[in-house]
Each structure stands twice: as structure tokens, then as C-alpha cells.
């Protein structure tokens, strides 16, 4: 796999984004990862699932400069897996851990939701949060039902809305990640609490895990043709495409 690398331990496994200094989402890794899950899902000798990055990025988020150069069919594409994915990832049975060695916005922060636990690098600089609107992309449903099972309706949407990402204290303050550590010692935090899980009888945990998350999985829309044309249609308006360009453009001079 070119931007995916899994470490196997005696009972899980480190999925690691690795691609590029970013770790920036493309279809590729989309592909990849869903592959991975798919996997690991059936695999009967892989008992969780640690997701993580490499230090300081978790993920930036969509590559947009590729993503902008998607024709109609690819960009439609690209929608649909990067959704079916996110669905996938939220239903995995398994215990999932996410280890944030740093920033995580927009898809990084798509990733992160989708886990039981969360532990994200200390430090002002990294941030973490759901800014499609922002950066001018069109949220789904799915996302909004996940971001609002953690951090509650009124603040999802207030922070959906102003495109809001939170530095660490923040996320924690409002339930986004569950514990902030130095950057060193994300990974092993994350190996301590995947060890804490792994102690519960399986069946009990992936049993409760499941109806702790009934009332999101519920809602889940597996068949989101809605979402994702709206999602289409907007992102070929004339309007759209000017202040993406405008964005890309600013991307490519850094």
C-alpha cells in the first residue's frame, strides 16, 4: 500500500496514514483504508484497531489541490467512497482507537470521530474539527450526526457553522478527544487504553459498543444519493469553483 502502513501486534493493529508531510486525503488512501477496514473487520486475529498519523499531522484534511482537478465521475467517486468509508469506519465493531499526533481538520477530524477514543497531541498549534464550511465544501448528514454524538447538538452546530477548529484544551473541554498528551506519548497512551479494552470480554464490549451507538447508527444514511448530488452539484457551481481555485492557489504557494 502506498498510503497506509500497518504494524501488527499480538492482539491489533496500528493502521498509520503516511502519505506525505500532510498525510493529506486523496482517493488513493480512501481506497486503501477501506480495504484495511474491510480486513481487519473479518480478520478474527485482530481483536481493535489503533488509527493514527505520523507527528504532527494526524491528517490536514482533503487533498484539494488533487481533488480539484477531478473530473465529473471522479469527483462523484471519490464522494461516494470517502462517505462510504466514513460509515464503515463508524460501524467497526471492534474497539478503535485514534492516536492525534497533531492537526486534524475537516477529513483528519471525519477519521478521528469515527473512533472510541481519542488522544491528541498538546500544544497550541494543532487543532482538530469539522471546517467544510470554511473551506467551502459541503457537509453531509452523516458527518453532523457523528460530530453532534460527541460533542452534543447546540455545539455541533455552532461550531459546524462558524467552521470552528478547536486547539486541545478545547476538544477536550467539549468531548471532541478524550485526552491531551505530550506528543511523545500519544502512541503509548493509545496502546494503554487499547490494553484497557482488550481486558473486557469481547462479545460484552463489541455488544455494548453497539448499543451505546444505536441511535447514530440508526441514523446513519447508508444510501445518502441526496447528499452526495447536493454535495456534486455545489461543488461545479461557478461560485464555488472561483473561491476553490482561490484556495488551491493559496495552497500551492505555501
Not at 134 to 156: D, M, P, R
Not at 183 to 205: H, N, P, R
Amino acid at each position: 500500500m502506498k498510503t497506509i502502513q500497518l504494524t501488527h501486534k499480538e492482539r491489533y493493529t496500528i493502521v498509520q496514514l503516511n502519505r506525505g508531510k500532510v498525510n493529506a486525503i486523496n482517493h488513493e488512501m480512501v481506497r486503501e483504508l477501506t480495504t484495511v477496514f474491510t480486513d481487519l473487520e473479518t480478520n478474527s486475529k485482530v481483536e481493535g484497531v489503533i488509527l493514527t498519523g505520523i507527528p504532527h499531522f494526524f491528517s490536514a484534511g482533503l487533498d484539494v489541490i488533487e481533488l480539484y482537478g477531478y473530473n465529473e465521475a471522479q469527483i462523484a467517486s471519490f464522494f461516494e467512497d470517502f462517505g462510504a468509508l466514513h460509515i464503515r469506519m463508524a460501524r467497526f465493531p471492534k474497539p478503535l482507537v485514534c492516536a492525534i499526533p497533531g492537526y486534524a481538520p475537516a477529513g483528519g477530524c471525519v477519521f478521528a470521530i469515527t473512533a472510541d477514543y481519542r488522544i491528541m497531541a498538546e500544544g497550541d498549534a494543532y487543532t482538530i474539527g469539522l471546517n467544510e464550511v470554511a473551506v467551502n465544501i459541503q457537509i453531509s448528514n452523516n458527518l453532523i450526526e457523528a460530530y453532534a454524538f460527541w460533542v452534543g447538538n447546540g455545539k455541533a452546530h455552532e461550531y459546524i457553522l462558524d467552521g470552528k477548529l478547536l486547539h486541545g484544551k478545547e476538544a477536550l473541554a467539549s468531548g471532541l478527544v478524550n485526552a491531551i498528551v505530550p506528543l511523545e506519548e500519544v502512541m503509548s497512551v493509545a496502546e494503554k487504553k487499547m490494553d484497557q479494552f482488550l481486558k473486557a470480554d469481547t462479545g460484552i464490549l463489541r455488544n455494548t459498543k453497539r448499543k451505546l451507538r444505536s441511535t447514530w447508527w440508526n441514523n446513519l444514511e447508508n444510501d445518502a444519493k441526496k447528499d452526495l448530488g447536493e454535495a456534486i452539484e455545489l461543488w461545479w457551481s461557478p461560485r464555488i469553483r472561483s473561491k476553490m481555485k482561490a484556495f488551491v492557489d493559496s495552497l500551492q504557494k505555501k
